[in-house]
């Protein structure tokens, strides 16, 4: 349609609907004196959470949202790229890579082409605690998608044809990695924080030597190992009632043969006990990406509300400080920010952003500077800004299904308390200037840090050196990554 | 300039569709205030919270040459405090009842939006309102600067810092003529963001940001009836302002077929192939989104299984009709696997495409992606606020139609198609005379499609 037409049907709305509104009787104008008070906040009412049990003893929780009708289904297998082999580092994201390249006696495009049909989105992927299956359906294909999905789960067909194909894809995203120097960036601090020897120091979906080592052996191993009822639980959210739902779940997975118990431990991680500067040359780069990080807490840390408020002031919103100061007072970057990745075994904390390269060093030193500041006490008014901007702001999380249904997976696989959600908002509120000093103090340290940057060594090795932060361990891309794997023979020699 | 104390109803929507039908319907109310803003409301007490969002239409489409990206440096200025909110208080405020914000610009519109609990409505309305009629009160030259060094980083970290970042900027420019304003990207050039001045935002806020040129959608937990009174509260002292020229679509035409090479720090070679096709909702834009699908869409998309599943001589494919006010483009990028030319790559494709130009796809094909098309609108549906929310649909329906609850006939596009419109269309549109560019490895023009025609 064209401008033209737009403007004439809005000519003829107008002309049609002439009926004037007085508001004048009771408009006395805007008080613009100060931020307008708001109403007492409305309850955050959460839909009523259900528990289940299929016959083989899968476990079910299902959340039902009834103004979209769409469904998610999350399956989430008790296993991620923490239960890597320690020498096949990602296979856990090959394997979830691979679930949905043929399965159930259908091969790789005869399955997509079922979900397409459907309207469906299927995915699969692995984090460091879990692997995901997850079904995005119109209610209305729900049952015939619900089969595709548990093909996907329980019967991957794990074709050698289709390994080397998903091989070559990934070594060339490994490839591709050298070009991106916030994934460089990413890289690099992992190795710095945890270290070569710990899983967390090499990348969630593996490096390039371990990629090339998989065998198809290697895939239905860690798939018989790990994905069974025992291990698994299954989330719901959307347009469906348990009566509905239930038969269907029955019907695709509650004949799911039962497997042993799986355990995944894993070492924790050592805190840093010292301050580690790395520099990854890039020469010519526009910008510096600077990354700075250290261990974290695990996900079911108990101060994790009180750790939301501090991260929420120091880099977790527009005002907060980083990015306050790096972007709106200094012009220095696009974007600062800060947050922790919980996991089971701790976590990573970092703080991040992109800067001009001629500015680099004294973008690290306000970084510092305010890794440093979080430790002392903050204004009343800023506290009450992050707990208000966390705790009214939560409603938000849990609006579509896509939502509810990962929070709902999350409290699964961590085993949070049955409260988490509904006691989020008062344990927000009540965190107070002398809980996020005392937390900070606990968890952030710009004494015993990583700090990476990537940029061109030529324009800031200098500057940086100057701030006196340390030694500073220099680095080429091949360095880090090691020499760039050769991907150029044809494919199958 | 006298208060207007009166809004007139422009039109009132309410449902008349039985339940039963699986029309697709977003209820809502319109009114236009005396200063010519457009007010639409849509209730959904689903959860407590609720988004003001806010068009103006203007983008980069309407910027002076000399000063390109000025529209979106604007944007960010739009931040930074009015007659009665100081720098940085609009964050602070809206932050500390819980709400967050956003907004970004494209060529035709810049758009704004604020989430926020539906309990502390009013302070976006003050918020929006007070940037709308006293944006240039409180004004500095340190505010542009600070926002031009901003925006300069942002430029750096999307374009200049991100492999492939500079080739949409190639782009543009080969397709569009040097006077057409989509030849020169939105985030413009480093020489224009210096050269824009304090006068210049002045002009460009009396101009452009004008009432009538912006529409306001509130949508979320609210009442109708209370949004109403509220909207003229905070919003009828804009003053009005002088009307804007319409948009008038400038679709393009290429002579003939542009071959460009352009080396970057990547490690793989990829190739842009763009064709000039029309604007958004014209006739054959929905079947041009249907091309795309049946080109890249999925496992059995024809470049794909071609390209990454049987041949493997791909990392990924991609097919876009990107849609805009003026005039689209039709962009197909591969990029290679080592060892592989774009020559090469550019001889599949062109195959692919000589095929669906010789036969129409197969009822299946077609199917398949509109069964993923509409399901795709259903999780538009799902959140009120945010880019690509209900709030925003209902705006970027009311820019392009006139009619916020364009939802069905939207949908109603796609539904109608037959296979037979996909093959018209790459007939018609995907043609010789074309973009064709390859963004190689630096020193490696070899594997480039090369610039002379064989």
């Known amino acids: 349609m064209t401008r033209t037409s737009r403007l004439l049907a809005l000519r003829l709305l107008a002309l049609a609907?002439?009926?004037?509104?007085?508001?004048?009787?009771?408009?006395?104008?805007?008080?613009?004196?100060?931020?307008?008070?708001?109403?007492?906040?409305?309850?955050?009412?959460?839909?009523?959470?259900?528990?289940?049990?299929?016959?083989?003893?899968?476990?079910?929780?299902?959340?039902?949202?009834?103004?979209?009708?769409?469904?998610?289904?999350?399956?989430?297998?008790?296993?991620?790229?923490?239960?890597?082999?320690?020498?096949?580092?990602?296979?856990?994201?090959?394997?979830?890579?691979?679930?949905?390249?043929g399965a159930g006696g259908s091969d790789a495009l005869q399955l997509a082409d079922a979900v397409d049909f459907l309207g469906a989105d299927l995915s699969t992927g692995a984090s460091w605690d879990a692997t995901t299956i997850r079904l995005h359906v119109p209610v209305s294909r729900l049952g015939e998608a619900l089969g595709l999905m548990a093909d996907v789960a329980q019967r991957p067909a794990f074709g050698s044809a289709d390994l080397e194909r998903l091989r070559r894809e990934a070594l060339t995203g490994i490839l591709q990695a050298r070009d991106q120097p916030r994934r460089i960036a990413a890289l690099a601090l992992a190795r710095a924080v945890f270290g070569k020897a710990h899983r967390y120091g090499l990348p969630l979906d593996g490096d390039a030597p371990s990629v090339a080592s998989f065998q198809t052996s290697d895939l239905q191993r860690f798939h018989a190992d790990y994905y069974h009822p025992e291990n698994a639980g299954l989330v719901v959210a959307g347009d469906v009632d348990a009566a509905t739902l239930l038969p269907l779940l029955e019907r695709s997975f509650g004949a799911w043969p039962r497997g042993r118990g799986a355990s995944t431990a894993m070492p924790a991680p050592r805190q840093l006990r010292e301050r580690r500067v790395v520099l990854v040359d890039r020469p010519g780069a526009a910008q510096s990406v600077l990354r700075l990080g250290r261990v974290g807490p695990p996900r079911d840390t108990p101060n994790q509300v009180e750790i939301e408020v501090m991260n929420t002031l120091l880099g977790g919103s527009f005002t907060s400080r980083l990015n306050d100061n790096l972007r709106e007072q200094h012009g220095y970057s696009y974007g600062a920010f800060s947050g922790f990745d919980y996991r089971r075994v701790a976590g990573a904390f970092q703080a991040a952003s992109d800067v001009q390269t001629s500015v680099t060093a004294d973008a690290l030193r306000e970084f510092v500077k305010e890794l440093t500041r979080i430790r002392t006490r903050a204004s009343a008014e800023e506290v009450e800004r992050a707990r208000n901007y966390l705790a009214y702001g939560y409603a938000q999380d849990f609006e579509t299904t896509r939502q509810m249904a990962a929070r709902l997976a999350e409290q699964w696989l961590y085993g949070l308390p049955e409260d988490t959600f509904s006691t989020f908002v008062p344990r927000a509120l009540a965190v107070g200037g002398a809980q996020v000093e005392a937390t900070a103090r606990g968890i952030i340290d710009p004494g015993k840090l990583a700090i990476v940057i990537v940029g061109d060594r030529s324009k800031v090795e200098g500057g940086v050196a100057a701030l006196g932060l340390g030694p500073i361990d220099v680095l080429t891309v091949d360095d880090l990554l090691g020499p760039a794997p050769r991907l150029d023979e044809p494919p199958g020699r | 300039m006298g208060l207007l104390s009166t809004v007139s109803l422009l039109l009132l929507a309410q449902a008349t569709v039985p339940a039963a039908s699986p029309r697709l319907e977003v209820p809502?109310?319109?009114?236009?205030?005396?200063?010519?803003?457009?007010?639409?409301?849509?209730?959904?007490?689903?959860?407590?919270?609720?988004?003001?969002?806010?068009?103006?239409?203007?983008?980069?489409?309407?910027?002076?040459?000399?000063?390109?990206?000025?529209?979106?440096?604007?944007e960010h200025l739009m931040f930074e405090g009015s007659r009665n909110v100081p720098e940085g208080a609009f964050d602070r405020w809206l932050e500390a009842v819980g709400g967050n914000n956003n907004g970004s610009t494209n060529t035709d519109r810049t758009n704004y939006w604020e989430d926020a609990p539906a309990n502390a409505l009013e302070v976006p309305l003050f918020l929006e309102s007070d940037r709308m009629a006293y944006l240039l009160d409180n004004l500095t030259p340190e505010t542009v600067d600070g926002q031009r060094d901003v925006v300069k980083n942002e430029r750096r970290q999307s374009y200049e810092n991100r492999p492939y970042g500079m080739a949409e900027i190639e782009l543009s420019k080969a397709m569009f003529p040097p006077d057409h304003p989509y030849s020169?990207?939105?985030?413009?050039?480093?020489?224009?963001?210096?050269?824009?001045?304090?006068?210049d935002v002045a002009e460009f806020f009396k101009k452009w940001y004008a009432p009538g040129n912006a529409s306001v959608v509130i949508a979320g937990d609210v009442d109708a009836a209370r949004v109403r009174e509220l909207a003229v509260t905070w919003f009828a002292e804009v003053p009005a302002r002088a009307a804007v020229e319409p948009i008038i679509p400038r679709p393009v035409a290429l002579a003939e077929e542009k071959r460009l090479v352009m080396e970057d720090k990547v490690q793989l070679p990829r190739l842009y192939l763009q064709w000039p096709t029309p604007p958004y909702l014209a006739p054959a834009d929905a079947a041009l989104d249907a091309l795309a699908g049946v080109l890249a869409s999925g496992k059995n998309s024809r470049l794909y299984k071609k390209l990454v599943y049987d041949l493997q001589v791909a990392q990924d494919v991609s097919a876009t009709q990107e849609s805009a006010a003026l005039a689209s483009v039709f962009s197909i990028v591969v990029t290679a696997r080592a060892g592989h030319t774009l020559e090469e790559i550019r001889g599949h494709v062109d195959a692919e495409i000589a095929a669906l130009q010789r036969e129409a796809p197969s009822s299946r094909e077609l199917e398949r992606f509109?069964?993923?098309?509409?399901?795709?609108?259903?999780?538009?549906?799902?959140?009120?606020?945010?880019?690509?929310?209900?709030?925003?649909?209902?705006?970027?329906?009311?820019?392009?139609?006139?009619?916020p609850d364009y939802f069905e006939e939207d949908l109603a596009r796609y539904r109608s198609l037959a296979p037979s419109d996909v093959r018209a269309v790459a007939l018609r549109f995907l043609r010789p005379e074309r973009v064709v560019l390859s963004v190689v490895p630096e020193g490696k023009r070899e594997l480039a499609v090369p610039e002379v025609k064989r």
Not at chain 2, 187 to 198: F, R, T, V
């Open chain 2, 184 to 199: 020169w990207p939105t985030i413009g050039s480093m020489e224009d963001l210096s050269a824009a001045s304090q006068e």
């Open chain 2, 28 to 74: 809502y109310k319109i009114f236009r205030l005396e200063n010519g803003l457009t007010v639409i409301v849509h209730e959904d007490r689903s959860a407590p919270i609720v988004s003001v969002n806010t068009w103006y239409h203007v983008g980069s489409g309407r910027e002076k040459l000399g000063r390109t990206g000025f529209a979106h440096l604007f």
């Open chain 2, 370 to 403: 509109l069964n993923q098309h509409e399901a795709s609108f259903y999780d538009r549906l799902e959140r009120v606020g945010g880019f690509g929310g209900k709030a925003d649909l209902l705006n970027n329906y009311f820019f392009h139609t006139g009619n």
């Open chain 1, 17 to 101: 609907g002439t009926l004037t509104l007085s508001a004048s009787a009771v408009w006395a104008g805007a008080d613009r004196s100060r931020p307008p008070s708001p109403e007492p906040p409305r309850p955050l009412t959460l839909p009523a959470v259900t528990s289940h049990t299929l016959q083989n003893g899968l476990p079910v929780r299902m959340a039902p949202m009834r103004e979209v009708p769409v469904v998610e289904v999350v399956l989430v297998i008790r296993a991620g790229a923490a239960a890597d082999p320690l020498d096949r580092p990602g296979l856990a994201s090959m394997v979830a890579d691979m679930l949905d390249e």
